[in-house]
């Protein structure tokens, strides 16, 4: 995804790391302050306006500290995160984890739910033997999958928010929230930059986007989504004040063996890397939301996803299909 509306009326670098850019929003002079780190595994890119540099820039700051915590608490790779602990203890009893990691696992399994189980944080064992974890992707035997799917489910999933704890009813279940976990995270990220009085700006993790007030000149951000065969169109451009945008797809995480494309978004019942979809972008009220929805609608394929969308309220979907089919909902 592009931004469309980046002031370019003075730009400035600061301490290597901040880029500044003085912009007219209404009467005042306003900085445009932005900065791009490299976490959860993708670039992040924090952006807003103020004419007070030092709260802008304490603001992103603050906002990247919070992701790094997220991540910290989410990562798969990480042996000491709270769901690695979960993974590594909750199939063989029930753990006491925090509040946070629960919760997400919850609003999960809502997903899942109104997902028909599309949407599965179990497919953990099977992103495993495809190799997205280890980074050596290679096609699993179909023995080996249907021996993956039995540990697949969402079924599989004990909480308890009461008590704090989870249990797996599989020995070999796992989670990975990869899903949905950088959308909640961007909605984190706005909420740090709107407690440090931040009215305007703009979280970008990975393509999980929360546009926050407005862009320069008291417009709506303007949001391109870029077509991944061809980088120098735009398939549609949204326009967005206070509401989030996240984009499934493909293009970027990805393998290929014989000219076939293998996406890192599983079917949850064959077991098998989605295909038909080459792109899905949803723009919500929360970047959880758009996260969550737009993987959602990359397994449930064009048709069963626009039926669920028109559920939803307050959604839009754009779906490039891998036939070149332009969908867009409403
Ligand atoms: P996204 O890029 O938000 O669409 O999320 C893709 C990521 O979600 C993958 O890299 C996996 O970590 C995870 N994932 C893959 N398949 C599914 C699925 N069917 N349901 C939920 N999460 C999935
Ligand atoms: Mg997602």
Redesign the pocket.
């Known amino acids: 995804m592009i931004l469309k509306s980046t002031p370019q009326l003075f730009l400035k670098r600061c301490g290597g790391l901040y880029f500044l850019v003085f912009v007219l929003t209404g009467c005042s002079q306003e900085l445009l302050v932005k900065e791009t780190r490299v976490l959860m595994d993708t670039y992040a890119e924090i952006s807003c306006y103020s004419s007070d540099r030092n709260n802008a820039i304490n603001a992103i700051d603050a906002a990247f500290k919070e992701t790094k915590r997220i991540e910290k608490v989410f990562s798969k790779f990480d042996e000491d995160s709270e769901v690695s602990k979960i993974n590594r203890l909750a199939g063989l009893e029930k753990v006491n984890a925090n509040e946070e990691v629960l919760s997400l696992i919850e609003r999960s399994i809502y997903y899942s739910k109104i997902s028909d189980g599309?949407?599965?944080?179990t497919?953990a064992p099977l992103?495993e033997i495809w190799g997205?974890v280890r980074k050596h992707q290679s096609i699993p035997d179909r023995g080996a999958i249907e021996n993956t799917l039995k540990s697949v489910g969402y079924h599989n999933i004990e909480l308890n928010l009461g008590e704090l704890s989870i249990r797996f009813l599989n020995r070999g279940a796992k989670i990975?929230l990869?899903?949905i976990a950088?959308g909640y995270a961007a909605d984190r990220a706005k909420d740090i930059l709107v407690s440090h009085g931040i009215k305007n700006g703009l979280v970008n993790l990975g393509g999980n986007i929360y546009a926050l007030g407005k862009a320069s000149g008291g417009r709506s951000w303007n949001i391109g989504v870029q077509d991944p065969r061809n980088k120098g169109k735009l398939l549609k451009s949204f326009e967005l004040t206070n509401k989030a945008i996240?984009t499934?797809g493909n293009y970027e995480?990805f393998f290929e063996i014989g000219g076939k494309r293998y996406s890192?978004?599983?079917?949850?019942v064959s077991g098998e890397p989605c295909q038909g979809i080459i792109s899905v972008t949803v723009a919500a009220d929360s970047a959880e939301e758009a996260?969550a929805l737009?993987?959602v609608i990359?397994?449930l394929g064009e048709e069963k996803g626009i039926n669920l969308a028109k559920s939803i309220k307050d959604i839009e979907v754009l779906i490039l299909t891998e036939e070149g089919e332009i969908i867009a909902y409403p």
């Open positions: 599309a949407f599965d944080i497919v992103m997205f990975d990869g899903g950088k996240s499934s995480r890192h978004i599983i079917n949850p996260d737009s993987t990359f397994v």
